[in-house]
Structures are given as structure tokens and as C-alpha cells.
């Protein structure tokens, strides 16, 4: 398999496609000088793991990006999340000298083994997609994101250096029966960056940004291995009827991608409070949105139903939904268009097929370990719930009808 990594790379005069094997990704050879590209970039290789980090490595790394800082002389490491895809560690860095401008902390990103080579090409091109997202919002106050430092891959691993913008990642071991202020944060903004980028589409979106209908064969492929995977596990987990609900969307997984939606905008395209770090001042909550992987153009109710459907119970969402959408709905609508209620909660409605898709073709990447991921049947119970609360497989079948 080829080891050329695709990414787009902000510059002066827009977006340029450039290519590197096995190398830095992030900052650009413009941006730190060929000398400061030659003498550090050979020793920043990309890393397995928090424990391969040295002083040296971190000091080559920080210094592509600005030269002028000094050198890095120790670090301690916190963790911060981890996932099946990646692990992030906030890092605590002391220098030689104390320079005004070097940061003081940053975060670290490292992919994690792949469970089958079959992904490699996908989870590669998916982290350099996210290297490319960070520096598109970078340029934009569209959402609160980290700022981009560095990033490096080669054909198994990929790291970020982000600046840390502080907070902490969301964990609860319990359900309340009520939404909390971490998932109003995020639809804060989610709302914000949908209205940023509103009048995005297919045509004029940059090359590295996801299209719905060109992997339309591919998530139908991927959603039907899902299935398998879930079939000799599901019963004690889910319900006879929420598996064949599962089970009888395989046929119209590729339709919904292709189906032409309205509205359409930069999406996150994976909304779920795992993914964001949260800052909390008394009664107030700010999110930084994380993983951008699977950034695409899409419709800007595909994040929101993939937060509201993965990531509140039962009873919370159908105790806080309606209010959630129309506080959303607010809030894009200051990016001065409309988006009428009505038909927002119909694009919802539509979208709840989307975390739906992305928890089974999850089940297909892990399904060696899927037995002991109790998460990820858990998101799948709760897609199936919301699915059938808005009777969405009804306008599925006619929107279906439409395309055909």
C-alpha cells in the first residue's frame, strides 16, 4: 500500500494539495524556512505512544513551529482521554530558558493500533483530515477549537501537537434523567460553525473535507460487515426489534447517503461529548471540539443528532429535546439564515440514521473486542430508541422513493 499521506495545507493564496511520505504533515516547509525543515524535521518521525516521547523529540517539534523558542529540558504527562482510534495526554514542559511565547502545556494525540490493516488506508487519510481541519478553523472564529502546533504520520502512526486551551474531558458514570450544561456547550458550538460555514457545498468544500455521496458504497459495505459482527452478540444486548431495524437498514444505507440534502455545511462528523474538552467557570460551560477526522460537508443536523442521540438517555432526550433543538436553532440563525424549526427537526429526523451508521461500522472495526464494548451497544440502543420515537424509518422510505 502506497505510504504518500494526502492533506490540504493553509496558505496566503488559499488551499494547496501537497504530499508527504512519511513525514511532517504540519507546519508547511514555507512557514519555518528550508534550513529549520531540514535540521528538525528528520528527527520528529512519528511516535507509537506517550512513552516514545523525548525532550528532543518535543523540542524539534515545537521549534518547526516557531524557531525562535527554546529548548525543551523535561515534561510530565497527564492523560486526558482515550478511544479506540487515539490517545490524547495534556504535557507539562519545562525549557532551557524562561522565553515569553513558548507554551507552558500543550496536548498530544497518538493513534492507536489498528485491530486490521483492511483500515489503514481510511485511518490514515482520516488523521491527516483532521491536521487539515484544525488549520481550515484555525483561520476562522467559527467554534472554539485548539490551535494546530504539529502533526506527523508515517504508514502506521500519526501524532498532533495542539495548543491546550484548557479543560477537562466529560465523564459521568451515570444517565440523569435531564440534559446537562456540557451538551448545551456543544450545541453552542456546533450551532456556530454550521452558521460559519452555511453556504458550503460539494463543489466549492476543499478536496479533504468528506462527501456523503462518494462514500456511499464504501459505508454500505462497511455497515453490512457491522452487522455481522453484531449478529452473534446482540441478543442480551439489544432488543429482538432494534436489530432488525439494524439489520433491515443495511438495504438503504447507500440511498441515504446519496439523497441531496438542503441545507448543507462543515459538519464535525463525530458530535459526542468525548470528543470535547470543557472549560467551567460557576454555572458556565465552554467546549473545545476535538477529532475532526471525519469532518465533511453534510447537513448541520447530522452533528446535532449524533450528540442528542449517542450521548443523552432515554428519558433525558425525550425530556429535553424539542428545547435543545430550538436553543440551536437560535443560535445558527445568527449567522443570518434561516433555518424555520419545522424543518430542522425534519433534517433531525432524517439524520438519526447517522450516529445509527457510524456506531455499526464501528462494530465492524472492532469486532474482535465488541463483546466487552459495552459504549458502543449502549449508543447503538439509544440510535435504535430515537429512530423509532420519530418513526424516521417512515421518512426514509420516502425520501427513498425520491431518489429512485
Given amino acids: 500500500m502506497s505510504q504518500i499521506l494526502t492533506t490540504k495545507i493553509a496558505t496566503d ?3 494547496r494539495l501537497r504530499q508527504e511520505e512519511n513525514g511532517v504533515l504540519f507546519p508547511p516547509a514555507e512557514h519555518t524556512g528550508e534550513f529549520e525543515k531540514s535540521n528538525c524535521a528528520s528527527r520528529v518521525a512519528a511516535l507509537a505512544s506517550p512513552d516514545a516521547l523525548t525532550e528532543s523529540w518535543l523540542s524539534n517539534a515545537l521549534r518547526l513551529r516557531n524557531p525562535a523558542w527554546p529548548v525543551v529540558v523535561g515534561f510530565t504527562c497527564e492523560p486526558v482521554s482515550a478511544n479506540d482510534f487515539d490517545i490524547l495526554v495534556r504535557l507539562f514542559l519545562r525549557y532551557a530558558d524562561s522565553s515569553d511565547g513558548a507554551p507552558a502545556t500543550i496536548l498530544a494525540k497518538f493513534s492507536r493500533p489498528l485491530p486490521s490493516p483492511q483500515w489503514e488506508d481510511f485511518i490514515r487519510h482520516s488523521f491527516a483530515r483532521e491536521a487539515s481541519a484544525y488549520q481550515e478553523l484555525n483561520s476562522h472564529y467559527a467554534c472554539r477549537v485548539p490551535g494546530l502546533l504539529f502533526a506527523a504520520a508515517d504508514g502506521q502512526y500519526f501524532n498532533l501537537l495542539l495548543e491546550d486551551c484548557g479543560g477537562e474531558s466529560y465523564a459521568v458514570d451515570e444517565s440523569p434523567d435531564e440534559h446537562q ?14 452558521g460559519c460555514f452555511v453556504r458550503t457545498s460539494p463543489a466549492s468544500a476543499p478536496e479533504w473535507q468528506l ?5 456511499a458504497r464504501f459505508i454500505a459495505h462497511r455497515y ?6 453484531l449478529r452473534s452478540i446482540y441478543g442480551g444486548w439489544l432488543a429482538q426489534g432494534h436489530f432488525a431495524l439494524v439489520e433491515k437498514f443495511a438495504d438503504y444505507v447507500a440511498d441515504w447517503h446519496r439523497y441531496e440534502r438542503h ?14 474538552l470543557f472549560q467551567r467557570d460557576g454555572g458556565a460551560c465552554r467546549g473545545s471540539l476535538l477529532s475532526w477526522k471525519l469532518a465533511g460537508v453534510r447537513n448541520p443536523m447530522y452533528d446535532v443528532a449524533s450528540l442528542l442521540s449517542n450521548d443523552l438517555s432515554y428519558v433525558a432526550r425525550n425530556n429535553s429535546e424539542a428545547a435543545l433543538l ?13 433555518y424555520p424549526f419545522r424543518e430542522a427537526c425534519e433534517d433531525y429526523r432524517f439524520n438519526l440514521f447517522g450516529p445509527l451508521i457510524f456506531n455499526i461500522c464501528a462494530s465492524g472495526f472492532l469486532q474482535d473486542t465488541i463483546a466487552q464494548n459495552g459504549e458502543l451497544i449502549k449508543r447503538i ?24
Fill in 13 to 15: 493564496s488559499g488551499v
Fill in 224 to 229: 453490512r460487515v457491522g452487522v455481522e459482527a
Fill in 326 to 338: 430550538q436553543r440551536y436553532c437560535r443560535v445558527f440563525e445568527q449567522s443570518g439564515t434561516q
Fill in 381 to 404: 440502543r439509544r440510535n435504535c430508541m430515537a429512530i423509532f420515537d420519530w418513526d424516521a424509518m417512515t421518512l426514509m422510505q420516502k425520501r427513498r422513493n425520491v431518489i429512485a
Fill in 263 to 276: 441545507i448543507l455545511t462543515l459538519s464535525h462528523g463525530d458530535a459526542r461529548l468525548e470528543n470535547v
Fill in 211 to 215: 462527501r456523503q455521496r462518494d462514500s
Fill in 181 to 194: 450544561p456540557e451538551h448545551e456547550a456543544v450545541l453552542q458550538e456546533l450551532a456556530q460553525l454550521h
